[in-house]
């Protein structure tokens, strides 16, 4: 005569030890320990992955195992916002480079093992700044003999955000500034200024 139980709400890839014991009025006796581990699952709850270092021109991505793995972890996998891999392997970061100066990249990462897969949500980093740089001269309007209109556009690699923009006028600084414009009234007549 047989008995069984079914033994319930059990986790993926897990042992588990099991062993029985009969009584009769004077006392109980246990068997041996039968030992199962349970059948892998998909990989659940995958955190974001942090960046560890970020730097104008690479970024250092680093994360952590499943909450559950449910299963030996075969490899993660780095996407970009193209869903081009940038990263495989079973390393708990990886670092990135050829990046641009304070510019935003997005990532994903995705965590395997034998049954099945698990994606963490996107996270979106942005690039340290530098100093900018493709900054056209100042363009200069002569508005009277002695008025001097100076203009000037944004440079074309901010390279970051930028807080305020140095006039100068013969290697002095005339003019600390947010505005793209300054009016010069302090010229001469048939006098050369270099900016």
Same mark, same amino acid.
Request: aromatic share 10%.
């Given at each position: ?6 033994? @319930?709400? =059990?986790?993926?890839? #897990? ?16 068997? %041996? @320990?039968?030992? @199962? ?17 970020? #730097? ?49 990249? #997005? ?5 395997c093992n034998r049954i099945g897969c698990v994606f963490s949500?996107?996270?979106? =980093?942005?690039t340290s700044e530098i100093p900018p740089n493709l900054i ?22 901010? %390279? ?34 270099q900016d």
């Amino acid at each position: 005569d047989t008995t069984q139980y079914t033994d @319930v709400n =059990l986790s993926a890839f #897990t042992a588990y030890d099991y062993s029985i014991s009969a009584c009769t009025v004077v006392g109980c006796a246990a068997s %041996n @320990v039968s030992s @199962v581990t349970t059948l892998e699952s998909t990989p659940v709850q995958l955190v974001i992955p942090t960046a560890s270092q970020i #730097t104008p021109y690479s970024i250092v991505l680093a994360w952590d195992t499943p909450a559950s793995p449910n299963g030996i972890i075969l490899n993660y996998t780095v996407y970009d916002s193209t869903d081009s891999v940038i990263f495989t392997g079973v390393a708990l970061t990886t670092t990135i480079t050829g990046l641009s100066p304070f510019t935003q990249y #997005t990532y994903t990462l995705q965590s395997c093992n034998r049954i099945g897969c698990v994606f963490s949500e996107a996270t979106t =980093l942005l690039t340290s700044e530098i100093p900018p740089n493709l900054i056209d001269p100042p363009i200069l309007t002569i508005i009277r003999f002695d008025e001097l209109e100076i203009r000037w556009s944004p440079p074309n690699a901010p %390279n970051g955000i930028i807080q305020y923009y140095l006039l100068r006028k013969d290697d002095v600084i005339i003019l600390n500034s947010t505005n793209l414009t300054y009016i010069d009234t302090d010229i001469f007549a048939s006098t050369t200024y270099q900016d």
